[in-house]
């Protein structure tokens, strides 16, 4: 073959790989992400639109406050004081199976918060 | 071809050794991996023995790292031109042995992941903290500095004059490295055998020892002549070295044996008597000119700070309990994929260094600049 | 004039530390009562338990926030007369008010808290260096060789594990004492060995404890202060 053609077909074929995401999703639209959201009207400890882009950060603030200032109570918006706590706070209304796994597989995240936090709803 | 490339090729005992090497590269990294996998259980430390080989060999590499001062010393700063065509050696050599201590660090660390914190959240209490700046700025120092030198010997001129400022500084810095790594160890209270005043002078003389011994060994390895009188010089520093460190290490045993307190005694176990008589031996033969001494202090001093030192704080125990340390297979790999990628590095930087100096002599000579068509540079493209 | 909570506790804060009284935690384990049972071990296996302590049976690496070690081990040989020779002594951090294993971590994953003086220990920054454990004159800090989990029959959901590659150590229960409890060990004792409070409030029942009868700590001349008082 010609070098011109060589070099096309590698073009070619390098676009076709790094575009696979999106006409792959062009192609089959991806499975839809469905959470289990907590049953019953309550009120997250902040606004959902929140959450969504940072509970990450939320939870690290509350791992400084609670490890290393001491500091283990607030006041969610629903009035209640409660603990700064994922496994005593969130994971009292969240499944961590329904909700918080299943969204992170979807993203494809590995927060390491499970290597040490304990799902109260299966221990081992 | 530039320096480099024709430093790079070589005979086919040098491609073995290349290969050699890259191999236990590659296997130590694997070993590596599986031990970040599943921890540090598969090393032979233990809750009582919480440090190993991979500490007394980092304590060991800062030291021979620190010994570039002792060529380092006598040409910059008292303009000692014997040792002329080992400096370069020294600094080299300490870049090397920088980079293998500080990997000792990074596979001793149970959780490497988290090797900025140290950085992120500094600790001026700690000595930890500082020794690690003290060593990664040592690195930079010797780096710029080498580069600049071997850059300005490819091209025929003498190295700029701010090459000399920085290794100046870097006289107390490479004392300082090795001091901060005494400290390490000889600050804690709770760690009798450590906890001496001689730690850092130890460490010093053993240093200096160490380091002379090993250039002389490359350099006879590397087939180099770095000048009869560098030679004789280095081999007497290494002498003299020694001498203090055996001196020290003796002044040790009386303090510990004479006093009577069983706590410091019960740290002298077989191994730190073996390695302390193959240590006497060496120094013996260093006395007695022979030829092997410098393999012999080089070897007893691996033995003495680079294996026994560490383990021997923690046994026995503040409890009094014995919990006997033995390496395992994979931490064996993992040290000795270490050495490789130190001996990797020696390998490439000394024939680079060797090749920019053998072009260069062949020349007009090393005072002043040749003219552009006679450059080692210009030589090595011309015959390409 | 409006405050936020968050100020409010941050201003009280500062006038505490610049009117109030730090507290000095301490315990005083009364040997005597203590060996009332010498097999006894209900203090580890609480504190084990409440803390999802792993039990690993390999004693090279076994994780232990509290255990028992004969008398000559704890105080040495030279200090083990025949009547307390070979008796077993519980022994765990001693939250010394100089701390050696604080001065020298290298990232600050463990420090002595400024309220209480509890020596803390902070898993998510620590790097296993280890050097902490080299530091510290009691043997107090265990090291996690490899994943606690396999090792762990029942996990307790209220509090975490932790993973391979970070060190951990008694923590005087601060989890405990944040909901105004006690330590778990304490609180567990039989004999009631084991008393714990604030040793610079002259009213506290270990202070009182320490005025009227003479105590005696581990390796106190090392200078770290342990906290942790011995009675006999």
């Known amino acids: 073959m010609s070098e011109r053609a060589i070099i096309a077909a590698g073009i070619a074929l390098f676009l076709a790989g790094a575009g696979f995401p999106f006409w792959r999703n062009a192609v089959e639209l991806p499975r839809p992400l469905e959470l289990r959201l907590p049953q019953g009207q309550r009120e997250c400890v902040r606004p959902v639109a929140y959450m969504r882009t940072s509970h990450g950060d939320l939870l690290e603030d509350w791992r400084d406050r609670v490890v290393r200032s001491g500091e283990r109570f607030f006041t969610a918006p629903d009035g209640r004081v409660r603990e700064l706590s994922l496994v005593r706070t969130c994971l009292d209304c969240h499944e961590k199976a329904g909700f918080c796994d299943r969204c992170h597989q979807y993203v494809a995240v590995a927060p390491d918060c499970w290597n040490c936090h304990v799902d109260p709803r299966s221990p081992r | 071809m530039t320096v480099l490339a024709k430093a790079m090729s070589g005979s086919r005992a040098y491609r073995w050794w290349m290969a050699a090497l890259a191999a236990a590269i590659v296997a130590g990294v694997l070993l590596w991996l599986r031990q970040w996998n599943r921890g540090l259980v598969l090393t032979g430390m233990s809750r009582d023995v919480a440090w190993g080989l991979y500490v007394g060999q980092f304590t060991f590499f800062v030291g021979v790292a620190a010994s570039a001062v002792t060529v380092v010393l006598p040409y910059y700063l008292h303009a000692w031109k014997a040792f002329g065509r080992v400096v370069i050696l020294g600094e080299l050599l300490a870049i090397a042995s920088i980079v293998v201590s500080l990997l000792f660090i990074v596979v001793d660390m149970g959780r490497p992941d988290r090797l900025l914190n140290v950085l992120l959240y500094p600790s001026p209490s700690s000595l930890m903290f500082w020794d690690m700046l003290a060593l990664m700025g040592y690195l930079a120092l010797n780096g710029i500095v080498a580069r600049a030198v071997l850059a300005a010997e490819i091209d025929g001129a003498p190295p700029a004059t701010w090459t000399r400022a920085i290794m100046l500084i870097s006289i107390p810095w490479a004392v300082s490295i090795h001091t901060l790594t005494a400290f390490l160890y000889a600050g804690l209270a709770g760690r009798p055998f450590w906890l001496t005043a001689a730690m850092a002078p130890r460490f010093l003389a053993s240093a200096f020892a160490a380091g002379p011994a090993l250039l002389i060994l490359l350099c006879r390895a590397f087939r180099y002549d770095a000048g009869e009188e560098a030679l004789r010089k280095l081999s007497l520093v290494m002498t003299y070295a020694m001498t203090a460190n055996v001196f020290l290490a003796l002044m040790e045993v009386f303090t510990a044996f004479y006093s009577g307190i069983p706590e410091h005694a019960a740290h002298y176990s077989p191994w730190t008597w073996l390695s302390g008589g193959f240590a006497l031996a060496a120094l013996a033969m260093a006395l007695g000119r022979s030829r092997y001494a410098p393999a012999a202090v080089f070897a007893s001093l691996a033995i003495d700070k680079g294996v026994v030192l560490i383990p021997a704080g923690f046994i026995p125990s503040p409890a009094g309990a014995v919990t006997p340390y033995l390496p395992t297979a994979v931490e064996l790999g993992i040290v000795l994929a270490i050495w490789s990628v130190g001996a990797l590095l020696v390998t490439v930087l000394f024939r680079i260094a060797i090749a920019a100096r053998a072009a260069e002599s062949s020349l007009t000579g090393f005072d002043g600049p040749s003219t552009l068509h006679s450059t080692p540079r210009a030589v090595a493209e011309r015959e390409m | ?232």
């Open chain 3, 1 to 232: 004039m409006k405050i936020t909570r968050k100020a409010f506790l941050a201003l009280l804060a500062v006038v505490t530390r610049a009117f109030g009284r730090p507290r000095r935690m301490a315990m005083a384990i009364d040997l005597a009562k203590c060996w009332k049972d010498r097999g006894c071990t209900r203090c580890a296996q609480a504190c084990h338990a409440a803390h999802n302590v792993p039990r690993i049976p390999d004693p090279r690496r076994e994780i232990k926030w509290i255990w028992k070690d004969r008398f000559e081990n704890a105080f040495g040989r030279e200090s083990a007369g025949p009547a307390v020779a070979g008796a077993p002594v519980p022994l765990l951090c001693n939250h010394c008010e100089h701390p050696a294993c604080v001065k020298v971590c290298p990232t600050g994953a463990t420090w002595k808290r400024d309220g209480d003086g509890l020596v803390m220990m902070d898993e998510h920054r620590c790097i296993g260096c280890r050097y902490c454990m080299a530091a510290c004159p009691y043997g107090a800090r265990s090291f996690n060789w490899s994943d606690p989990r396999p090792f762990l029959r029942t996990i307790d959901p209220a509090y975490p594990t932790r993973t391979r590659g970070v060190v951990e150590k008694c923590t005087f229960c601060a989890e405990r004492l944040a909901r105004g409890g006690r330590p778990a060990c304490v609180e567990v004792c039989p004999p009631k060995a084991m008393v714990f409070g604030d040793a610079a409030d002259p009213s506290s029942a270990v202070a009182q404890l320490l005025q009227a009868r003479h105590a005696f700590r581990r390796k106190p001349e090392l200078g770290a202060g342990p906290n942790v008082f011995y009675l006999l």
